[in-house]
């Protein structure tokens, strides 16, 4: 059978944990694809919230496959911590539900220290970064000298971390910067041995045969947003890895002709954490409000969220990048108690009117606003469409005619429960 692809379409945190766990029950298997612990998806079911940052979202259900794919970067420590809290709160044994893959780059303790001083290197001009390693662990990658899960299982790997510590430590020596890399080291090498009771994979071959089976379904995870992939994001405001649905197939080793339905997740808003344009961003009391009912604060960083209206010209570049077949709108419970709602239509570059996502949007942008009549109504108990407030499936009805694509599913609160599907 062909995968399926869910993934972001703003700038994260869209609320893809709980719609993963939504529909985990139509799949067998689920995949992590790329991102690291920079991720933070948030599920909430049986009045009980947790937050997942490397372990696919499939976890809370018995019987399905978690596969943590070949891009991904993992750091053994925070895998091992986020493992135990699953067995404290919910009793679950991780290594009887996930398998990782060989090819997955590993986060070293260095890498989390030199992302610190790169990043206080920058002064004012920081990117935002969560400070989990993940961008010296790609540039490792790219550079063809990080380490691998599946070296961990190899003799001589512990002079294999060694040779790039010490690289690392040579680089350190060119900041001012304080770190203690001994104390992190006995929690990370703790970490690998807890990931060596893990089945370690090579999953390109593993998923590539439960293609083959026609009762078999397989569901792939992005982590962040479309708006942060490292090649088609507001760069250098971004994250290290390709979030768009391009990305997929490189994490897991599939063809393009593999991809089947590609769910595309957005806000019925828009937020960003850290720094990087928005240009819907809003400074106002309505900022403020979306923030405080819509709780925006970041689950990996715990940073207040920057609020703004609906981007319908970074949405649809979003659904271009991704070839989005259906969409899913979370978060429109937000939306409950204010008189106008705004979408922008177009962007307003230098007095000329686009619809195109420009290449540099840290220039001076003026959107173009489509004004809506707000609902007022409490839509967090509703679980049919037929339900709708009239003015909330004017607003669905919008988006789908200017994305030319259907939301078949409407979050309308925290919980699993709370969801509408088309």
């Given amino acids: 059978m062909k995968v399926d692809v ?37 599920l909430e079911f049986n009045n009980q919230k947790h937050i997942l940052h ?32 699953l067995k404290e709160k919910f009793g679950i044994i991780a290594n009887e539900r996930i398998q990782v893959a060989k090819k997955a780059t590993l986060i070293l303790p260095t890498h989390r220290i030199l992302d610190g001083a790169m990043e206080a290197s920058k002064g004012d001009k920081k990117i935002g970064s969560t400070l989990k390693g993940i961008g010296p662990a790609y540039t490792d990658k790219t550079s063809r000298c990080g380490l691998r899960v599946g070296d961990i299982l190899l003799p001589d790997f512990r002079d294999k971390y060694e040779k790039l510590k010490q690289s690392h430590l040579r680089t350190l020596s060119l900041y001012d910067y ?30 590539n045969d439960y293609i083959k089976k026609d009762n078999v379904s397989i569901l792939a995870e992005g982590a962040q947003g479309s708006l942060l992939d490292v090649d088609y994001g507001s760069y250098p405001f971004v994250t290290s890895s390709n979030t768009i649905c391009a990305g997929a197939c490189t994490g897991m080793g599939i063809a393009p002709s593999a991809i089947g339905e590609v769910k595309g997740i957005f806000k019925a808003y828009c937020t960003r954490v850290g720094s990087g344009p928005f240009p819907t961003e809003l400074f106002d009391t309505d900022g403020q409000k979306l923030r405080d009912i819509g709780h925006e ?6 940073r207040p969220r920057r609020c703004g209206w609906m981007d319908l010209v970074a949405l649809k570049y979003a659904v271009m990048l991704n070839g989005v077949t259906e969409l899913i709108m979370t978060k429109a419970d937000v939306l409950d108690d204010f008189d106008t709602i705004k979408i922008a239509v177009k962007y307003k570059v230098n007095g000329i009117e686009t619809d195109a996502f420009p290449y540099d949007i840290e220039q001076n942008i003026e959107p173009v606003y489509k004004e809506f009549k707000g609902w007022k109504t ?28 259907p939301i078949k599913i409407v979050s309308v609160g925290a919980d699993r429960e709370a969801t509408v599907v088309r």
């Fill in 178 to 207: 304080d770190y203690n890399v001994e104390e992190m080291e006995a929690e990370w090498f703790a970490g690998v041995e807890a990931l060596k009771q893990f089945e370690i994979i090579e999953a390109e071959h593993i998923v």
């Fill in 297 to 302: 604060y970041g689950s990996t960083t715990g």
């Fill in 54 to 85: 490397l372990i696919p979202s499939g976890i809370f259900h018995d019987g399905i496959v978690n596969i943590i794919g070949n891009c991904v970067v993992l750091d053994p420590a925070i895998f091992k911590k986020e493992c135990d809290s």
């Fill in 6 to 42: 869910l993934l972001g379409l703003q700038w994260g945190d869209e609320g893809k944990g709980k719609v993963v766990d939504v529909l985990t029950p139509d799949y067998n298997v689920i995949t992590r694809f790329q991102g690291g612990a920079n991720a933070g998806h948030s």
């Fill in 378 to 405: 409490d839509i967090s108990k509703i679980r049919s469409e037929n339900d709708f407030p009239v003015e909330l499936s004017d607003y669905i009805a919008f988006i789908e005619k200017e994305t030319g694509v």
